[in-house]
């Protein structure tokens, strides 16, 4: 850098970057203390107070386009901020400190002890929430438990041998009987393990399913038409419409939104229909999109409206009767469709009469519909301000709710948010799926298996080849522990290429 005629740094960049920055700070505290002024009172918990604190300033933060800043900071070969969601303030801190240094001036940096506070954060929630570190890789592996675990007292010890760290029952399917032979099994591997093995219980929530079909078994191609009626008996309009296939769903309520030109997926994906007639009771659809062989309608298959914010409550009453269990059972509680803070009130309100004297259970709110993660922030506080609260990215139903095609952008987003918060991230749906039921990944899969090394936890499904799938998932984390943490690259020695390269 150039100097000036009594030897000390030329200051006209750097004077210029320290006023840029110490305005964007000035704006940033102002905006952020409103919000998190908005939030305190309601925050009973003081371990989540620094972790509201830094979601607070982060979120005051991306409402600039802070980009400008970042490069002029590169220039001075200072932090160029891209890495500081869990720290960002005190990232602020040290640049600005550095260049108050520059520029002759006194200079104050933040305790390194805070910077760290944020990351330490996460880990104790992450072994909370996912079990102990073995000392193998940061990023722990969820199983999802089949129905078999309940009568295979083997099964969760092979699952942890293999390198399962925490395990997952979806209250959708079995039932008390079932789960509680399954967390019996699990709770005797662990201690035969020496190990702690959280057990997470996930609570259906109200997705959407086909209730019936008035033609099972007919497969529909690109351009067919179907009927989507509120009930089953539902008036046939007219001689056009009533020879269609017919479906109902288990919301019905949500048919009278329907509107001309609404998409609508069926079965993650495998069937994209748009509504092109409404009718009284129902409205017709016309496939847009399925594969070339066709595909058949079928009961309980997930459907999607992403245009609709739909506005169900949260708890169904099927699951209002299974929470005494849960209360009684699980580690951890999963909120499956959570989208509004009301929401968590309602669960948390609910769970009391059951909990007796234990302090509230933590909670892991699944991602999975595009009012949801408009409403994250406000529902990681809602839940963070009580008890323990990690966040899944559940890309199945997401995929289908903000579009594939913003897929990649928005679960980066929520891994962000939740680094900004100090709690910890599941990474799930269809992880090595191919490799689950085949016993041979997709090279696509792999790299997507890659990239969640940067969450807490990676979520797996049942299948046939889930022990394979989980030492291949286990050897790939150990693998890319060396270069990657959360967003940072950390340079290692690099093993492909040694030596001298003589050409």
Known sequence: MA???????????????????NDAIARIDADSAAIFADWEPQIARPEFHPGARNLAFYLAARQYDLTELQSRLSVLGLSSLGRAESHLRQSL????????????????????????????????????????????????????MPTEGATDAGLAERLLEAGASCFRINCAHDGPEVWSAMIDNIRAAAAAAGRRCPVLMDVAGPKCRIESIDQPGKRL????????????????????????????????EIVLKLQSGLQVWIDDGKIGARVVDLIDGGAVLEVTVVADKGKRLKLEKGINFPAIDLEIEHLTAADRAILPFVA??????????????????????????????????????????????????????????????????????????????????VQEEILW??????????????VLETL?????????????????????CIMLNKGPYILETIRFLAGILHRMDRHQFKKTARLSALTSWRGRQPL
């Open 221 to 252: 191609f690109r351009g067919d038409r179907f009927r989507l009626m509120a009930r089953p008996d539902g008036k046939r309009s007219d001689d056009k419409h009533k020879r269609l296939p017919t479906i109902t769903i288990t919301f019905p």
């Open 436 to 456: 689950l039921k085949t016993g041979a990944p997709s090279r696509a899969e792999v790299t997507d298996a890659a990239m969640g090394q940067r969450a807490e």
């Open 3 to 21: 100097e000036q005629a009594d030897g000390t740094p030329n200051a006209g960049p750097i004077a210029a970057c320290r006023t840029q920055l």
């Open 93 to 144: 801190a040290a640049v600005s400190a550095t260049l108050d240094g520059l520029s002759g001036l006194p200079a104050t940096w933040p305790d390194p002890v805070a910077i760290d506070a944020g990351f330490e954060q996460i880990i104790r929630d992450q072994t909370l929430f996912f079990g102990d570190d073995t000392g193998e890789r940061h990023t722990r592996i969820m199983v999802t």
């Open 417 to 430: 948010l939740c680094e900004a918060a100090h709690i910890p991230v599941v990474w799930a749906t269809q």
């Open 328 to 409: 009684a059972h699980a580690d951890i509680i999963g909120c499956s469709f959570v989208q509004r803070p009301e929401d968590i009130r309602d669960l948390t309100a609910a769970l009391e009469p059951h909990r007796g004297d234990r302090p509230p259970q933590p909670l892991l709110l699944k991602i999975e519909t595009a009012l949801a993660v408009r409403n994250l922030p406000r529902m990681i506080v809602q839940a963070g301000a009580h008890q323990p609260v990690a966040v899944m990215i559940a890309r199945g139903d997401l995929a289908m709710e903000v579009g594939t095609e913003r897929l990649s952008e």
